[in-house]
């Protein structure tokens, strides 16, 4: 069965970087997109970027561009978001989500990793 | 900085019909857009319902129906069961930079 299971809680100061894992099995790692979403406390949902697992290319939503890096490891099929200059608004659970293939169909989700900012 | 609108909430009787709705703020939305549907309970990772407008996913329940209404995306919930109360949120695909945005949300309440 499909899964995609993700890292742990953080917590991270101000100004500090997190990398957040999302380890994908059941299918195959290469032919799904992977994309990276994140909702603040009591907020809604933030589309942040993608990456596609075959060749590594990635694209990001402009308000992160510059703060983001989304990588993957097909040895381990695991995909990275990292995200650097923390501040406190970046408090959130970020999720992963898989896309069938250019698709725009998003079918499933990790679990959630949630991520505390604070000093 | 383009928005994605849903209704905030909605209150529907059991058995009842309910339908929500995703507009656009650069116009109308079509299925170009490939409007897909999530639900999320308190503490839940979204689920997956609808994809490219009206399909659904193997394990979608038939009372689910996705379509295009008056120039925006549309959620439709037949024989509403009080299992569906939840928030409820449409992504839209705009390509280029900005190349997904998520509406605003609709918290459905079963009473």
């Known amino acids: 069965q499909v899964q995609l299971v993700q890292s742990g809680a953080e917590v991270k100061k101000p100004g500090a970087s997190v990398k957040v894992s999302c380890k994908a099995s059941?299918?195959?790692?290469?032919?799904?997109?992977l994309h990276w979403v994140r909702q603040a406390p009591g907020q809604g949902l933030e589309w942040m970027g993608i990456?596609?697992?075959?060749?590594?290319?990635?694209s990001y939503a402009q308000k992160f561009q510059g703060r983001v890096t989304m990588t993957r490891d097909t040895s381990t099929s695991i995909v990275y978001m990292e995200l650097s200059s923390l501040r406190s608004e970046d408090t959130a659970v970020y999720y992963c989500?898989?896309?069938?293939?250019?698709?725009?169909?998003?079918?499933?989700w990790g679990q959630g990793s949630l991520v505390t900012v604070s000093s | 900085q383009t928005v994605v609108t849903q209704e905030p909430s909605l209150t529907v009787s059991p058995g009842g019909t309910v339908t929500l709705t995703c507009a656009s703020s650069?116009?109308?939305?079509?299925?170009?857009?490939?409007p897909n549907w999530f639900q999320q309970k308190p503490g839940q990772a979204p689920r997956a319902l609808i994809y490219?407008?009206?399909n659904k996913h193997s394990w979608t329940p038939a009372r689910f129906s996705g379509s295009l209404l008056g120039g925006k995306a549309a959620l439709t919930l037949s024989g509403v069961q009080p299992e569906d109360e939840a928030e409820y949120y449409c992504?839209?695909?705009?390509?280029?930079?900005?190349?997904?945005?998520f509406g605003t949300g609709t918290k459905v309440t079963v009473l």
């Open positions: 650069t116009g109308a939305v079509t299925s170009g857009y490939y």
């Open positions: 059941g299918y195959t790692f290469t032919s799904y997109y």
């Open positions: 989500a898989r896309e069938v293939g250019a698709t725009s169909n998003f079918d499933y």
């Open positions: 490219s407008t009206s």
């Open positions: 992504l839209l695909y705009y390509g280029g930079a900005q190349s997904y945005v």
């Open positions: 990456i596609n697992p075959s060749g590594g290319s990635t």
